[in-house]
């Protein structure tokens, strides 16, 4: 898994993150991507060619579950847009179709279950996040309660588990990244910067909301900057 945040996650700057989620916030998750908004996202992942029936609706809230501040925190458009973030990462992540399939490129995502082309063997990219690396999956096993050193396959026959591993990865930093919840910045290379952007556009669209300020890598500053 790439270790690069997305520029896009400055969504109207890392103040509106710090604010304390109001009531409508402690509905959680499932009051935002509600089912039908879950399969419209991804309305893609059952064709063929593609493994995303594994990722289902019931599997993403009750992972959603394990994490309180994840998508309930901020106002209405800063809860909203950090879950388009999520979905615009993790659809990168997994996107699948080809350049003439309907919708190309920003309807394809979470096509993926496991990395097509292993970048590390046994440890390679599964789940929503494409987790990578034996660290990850040791640092992820143990946030979570499980073995995924030994049983990385986790990842990717548990679907409450592999949404599980891309939310704590999500919520989690890793110095001296900020976690993707509270980052307000980040700087990488702009190729990466404009799919993960594209699909986070489309995402708040289908959300009703605005973008944000500031959605490009261009203009911000390094970690500690």
Known sequence: MRRMVLALLAFAGATQ???????????????????????????HRWDNGCEGAFYTYGAFIKAARSFSNFGTTGNHETRR?????????????????WPTAPGWPFAWG??????????DP???????????????YQQAG?????DLVNNPDLVASDPVVAFRTAIWFWMTPQPPKPSC??????????DYAKDRVGFYKSYCNMLGIGYGDTIACNNQKPYGG
């Not at 993150?17 to 509600?34: D, E, F, K, M, R």
């Open 17 to 43: 993150l710090a604010a304390a989620g109001g009531a409508s916030g402690q509905a959680g998750v499932g009051s935002i991507i509600t089912k039908s908004m879950f399969e419209s996202m991804l309305s």
């Open 81 to 97: 847009r950090e879950l388009a973030a999520f979905f615009g990462q993790t659809s990168h992540e997994t996107t699948g179709g």
């Open 110 to 119: 979470y096509c993926r279950v496991k990395e097509i082309n292993p970048t």
């Open 122 to 136: 046994h440890y390679y990219g599964r789940g929503p996040i494409q987790l990578t690396h034996k660290y990850n």
């Open 142 to 146: 143990d946030a979570l309660g499980l």
């Open 181 to 190: 919840h509270a980052c307000g910045k980040g700087a990488y290379g702009t």
